[in-house]
């Protein structure tokens, strides 16, 4: 009975971080690197998350506390403009509050709010530095079947989105061999190869990428004002992971860029400035505890 609490708990919370993030961990470290390129830029994060589950209405029901904090250092030519050292040291803290509600046996919905600070936070803290963000999504999974599958659906809004429009989202993962899984999705999809020694080889493609608030703006050569800085890339990654147990692992992934955007903005959130449009390499290495 206790194993059964756990599972169902564990695939709560998948579910919520999947609707937030598309990745079922419960707590993750992880070091990314994006090494100098064609246009002189290099980019590095660190990320730390944690999420934690509290059982209400007789344990059918779930509030899910979560945070995730991201620090981005963007390392920029002196002669690419003033200032540069404004764009280093950006920091993005995530606070997930969300309530997972058990529609059925096959079915929960889930609604999210993120309130969000990213900054570079250089004189202390500021209202440009704060919004809040809203998710609100459907979870079916089935472990059971010939072929195991989990369905995430809905709707994410996020206030430092140029679309001041909820977005829908959509995650299909499918067991469709019993080595072999595919991951059909936005902002992810892949496959992924099981061995039985718990060694995971997989290749993706997905997007990622932040905005966040400069608070001493800069003043660009042509009189434009810059006060945030985003980055998009779209990547294809080959990556490896080991699991210690079957919760705990630990992966290494490699790929490069296929299209990537990091620009400065002005208060209207037009693009001002193009710090990095070239192609390059991306790594990311980690520590985790999923499902």
């Not at 709560?12 to 246009?39: C, G, H, K």
């Not at 509050?97 to 096959?106: G, N």
């Not at 042509?222 to 985003?230: F, P, Q, Y």
């Amino acid at each position: 009975m206790r194993s059964c609490k756990r599972i169902g708990m564990l695939s709560l919370i998948f579910s919520f971080t999947f609707i937030t993030a598309q990745t079922p961990d419960v707590f993750r470290a992880e070091y990314m690197l994006m090494p100098e390129n064609n246009s002189e830029v290099s980019t590095t994060r660190i990320k730390l998350l944690a999420n934690v589950p509290i059982p209400v209405r007789e344990k059918k029901d779930f509030i899910v506390l979560g945070a995730e904090y991201n620090k981005f250092d963007y390392t920029v030519p002196q002669s690419t403009l003033p200032n540069t050292t404004d764009l280093s040291n950006f920091h993005v803290l995530d606070v997930n509050l969300a309530y997972v509600y058990k529609w059925s046996e096959d079915w929960r919905f889930i609604g999210v709010m993120t309130p969000r600070w990213a900054s570079t936070f250089t004189d202390g803290n500021q209202r440009e530095d704060f919004n809040i963000n809203f998710t609100a999504g459907g979870y079916k999974e089935k472990k059971d079947a010939e072929k195991p599958y989990r369905l995430v659906v809905g709707l994410s809004y996020s206030a430092t989105s140029p679309i001041r429009v909820p977005l829908p989202f959509v995650y299909y993962e499918k067991r469709f061999r019993p080595n072999w899984a595919y991951t059909v999705g936005v902002p992810k999809t892949g496959i992924k190869l099981y061995t039985k020694k718990q060694h995971f080889f997989q290749a993706e493609l997905f997007l990622d990428g932040y905005y966040v608030n400069i608070q001493n703006d800069i003043l660009l050569s042509n009189n434009n004002l810059a006060t945030d800085i985003s980055h998009t890339a779209l990547l294809l990654t080959l990556g490896y992971q080991y699991k210690f147990t079957k919760d705990i692992s630990v992966y290494l992934l490699g790929g490069h860029t296929i299209t990537q955007n990091g620009v400065l903005r002005n208060s209207d959130r037009a693009s001002v400035f193009t710090l990095n449009s070239g192609p390059g390499l991306y790594f990311r290495t980690g520590f985790r505890i999923g499902i």
